[in-house]
């Protein structure tokens, strides 16, 4: 007997791509870092769909982990999306989450890019304290050797 190769249909297609999808957008919530790492990787070939899903993850209310594991698919990105995902970084920096602005500043250093001055971390002033001298508490001196 042959065995015979069936076509896929266009709407399989698309249901297996959205399962693929559901289960790499789970996968980036993992404990286990190189299961993160991974799965970005692979949104990062996804091109529209993989973009998407990572600029949720890094814009988000999630764990500094997953935020860390889009970076790094952001990073990863080629071809015609690695344009658009260096806006995103670029637009992560302007964000409120004080998370997601260093993840994103760190992930485009990285990358070689010039940091505007406006990003950079604002050094705090260290406040030199001086040591002052304590004065003793008067007491009267005990004289040794009379009685």
Same mark, same amino acid.
């Given at each position: 007997? +042959?065995? +015979?190769? &069936?076509?896929? @249909?266009?709407?399989e297609?698309?249901e297996?791509?959205v399962h693929?999808?559901? !289960?790499l957008?789970?996968?980036l $919530?993992s @404990?286990?870092?190189s299961?993160?790492r &991974?799965a970005?990787f692979?949104?990062?070939w996804m091109q529209?769909?993989?973009?998407?899903i990572?600029?949720?993850?890094?814009? =988000? *209310?999630?764990l500094?982990?997953?935020?860390n594991?889009?970076?790094?698919?952001l990073?990863?990105m $080629?071809?015609?999306? !690695?344009?658009m995902?260096m *806006?995103?970084l670029?637009?992560?920096? /302007?964000?409120?989450n004080?998370?997601?602005?260093?993840?994103?500043? @760190?992930?485009?250093?990285l990358?070689?890019? /010039? %940091?505007?001055? +406006?990003?950079?971390?604002?050094? !705090?002033?260290?406040?030199?304290t &001086?040591?002052?001298?304590i004065p003793r508490?008067?007491?009267? #001196? #005990? %004289?040794? =050797?009379? #009685?």
């Amino acid at each position: 007997m +042959e065995t +015979e190769k &069936r076509k896929t @249909s266009g709407r399989e297609k698309d249901e297996s791509s959205v399962h693929l999808l559901a !289960k790499l957008q789970g996968q980036l $919530h993992s @404990s286990n870092a190189s299961i993160r790492r &991974r799965a970005a990787f692979n949104l990062s070939w996804m091109q529209e769909d993989g973009l998407e899903i990572l600029k949720n993850v890094l814009y =988000g *209310d999630f764990l500094v982990t997953s935020k860390n594991a889009a970076a790094y698919g952001l990073r990863k990105m $080629h071809g015609r999306m !690695k344009k658009m995902a260096m *806006d995103v970084l670029k637009e992560g920096m /302007k964000q409120h989450n004080g998370s997601t602005r260093d993840i994103c500043r @760190s992930a485009l250093q990285l990358l070689g890019y /010039k %940091i505007p001055e +406006e990003f950079l971390p604002k050094k !705090k002033a260290t406040k030199k304290t &001086r040591i002052k001298d304590i004065p003793r508490k008067t007491r009267p #001196r #005990r %004289i040794v =050797g009379t #009685r």
